[in-house]
């Protein structure tokens, strides 16, 4: 019986490998399909926004300087903002998103992040301020 037994763990033990080698397999795929998608939409972004900028004759964003550092972080809180608009589209569904990244505190530390990036880049444009 004890070699019944043997079989029979062993067994079951293949089952379970199997079934996680099917779970890791499945995880992969997921992610790959994630970073594909993610490819795709910056793919999608950096080919559209050049053209669009190129089609106006009057930019909306004409110059990084400004005359004080309040400016400047309006300046790049305006870019964050023009960003999300500029990548999502449909007004609609940058609506019915808001909801749910607004009351999302790592997305709201996130967005605190990119704007920091951009006031980063303002600021240096600005000489810090010119002294």
Known sequence: MPAARSGEAKAELSEANAGTKQDKA???????????????????????????????????????????PEQGFDLAVSMARRAVKTTQTDVDTLHKMRPAYANDPDSLIHVSGVIAAYFATVAEANGYWRD
């Open 26 to 68: 499945a995880k992969e795929t997921d992610m790959t399909r994630q970073v594909l998608t993610a490819f795709a939409v910056c793919a999608l972004v950096f080919t559209t926004v050049p053209a669009k900028a190129q089609e106006n004759e009057s930019s909306w964003l004409p110059s990084l300087l400004t005359d004080t």
